[in-house]
């Protein structure tokens, strides 16, 4: 969920279409009780 408090995290690199990275970050934000 985003609110006022929600940071924004980049993945660079190309190609990406074969990244998980935004599931394992959304993964350890919600661990680390991070917005």
């Given amino acids: 969920m985003v609110s006022g408090f929600t940071q924004v995290v980049a993945v660079i690199g190309h190609p990406i ?19």
């Fill in 17 to 35: 279409t074969q990244v998980k990275s935004p599931e394992n970050f959304n993964r350890f934000f919600a661990d680390q009780q991070m917005d």
